[in-house]
């Protein structure tokens, strides 16, 4: 059953909210439904929106967002929100694992990575820095990032040319890895098993923003011992709950983190 929004500022944020996440692609009375609002108050509340120039009107039953709101986009670095949600959670999944937790965004095809938290020996991976790039076809963090991009978008990226091997693992065949994003976009999870460095196994899964985009995803990289290899998959129910609470987080949701 949907939750009923009580104050007139709760109910403007919620429609706000839904306004700039869909764009104007759907007819409003259509997101009103959604929304467990009445329509002679989501009509009211609207008007009030394009009036103070966050919501914009397109046409006789569609609105969008508004100077106002696009403005301030623009001047917020989403990625520096990001990271700042994201490190406090990111310390305690690396303090609980024992793993280097990792938090990156997709830049120009690249990997940049906002977040790094050490994790402890002999479990840390020292690879990365903050502030860093890598290629993203190679990493688990760039495979979540690439299955959130359109499909135009990842065939300009598989096009662009010849991947370059880091590794005896790292995958370069386009065609395989475009079947290896397809599986990660269904099982929501990426690992790279090597591909980077041929001492690390990293595990990744992706952070959503409101309209379910994928924004930046989160990994925990581990050391490789071929006299004791890692079971990476152990780690992935606590780093799905991390991105949970950030992606929560991120939407104006609280989930409580577990002691």
Known sequence: MARTHTTSLEKSLVLLRAIIADGGRTPFNE??????????????????????????????????????????????????????????????????????????????????YKVRIPGRAPRAAGFTREGMQLEAYCSAVGKVLLGGLSSDALDDYLNEGAFVPLTPYTIVDPSVLRQEISAIRESGIAIDNREVAEDMICLAVPVLGPGGEIIAAISSSMPYNDKAPPEPMMYRTSLEGCSQILSARLCGKTIAVDA
């Open 31 to 112: 997101i009103v439904s959604d929304l467990n609002l009445p329509t002679s108050t989501a009509y009211r509340l609207v008007s009030q929106l394009v009036d103070a120039g966050f919501a914009s009107r397109y046409g006789p039953n569609s609105f969008g967002p508004g100077i106002v709101a696009a403005l301030l986009y623009q001047r917020t670095d989403v990625s520096a929100l990001v990271a700042r949600l994201a490190r406090p959670l990111l310390k305690d999944l690396a303090s609980k694992s024992g793993l280097t937790s990792h938090l990156g965004v997709l830049e120009n095809g690249m990997v940049t």
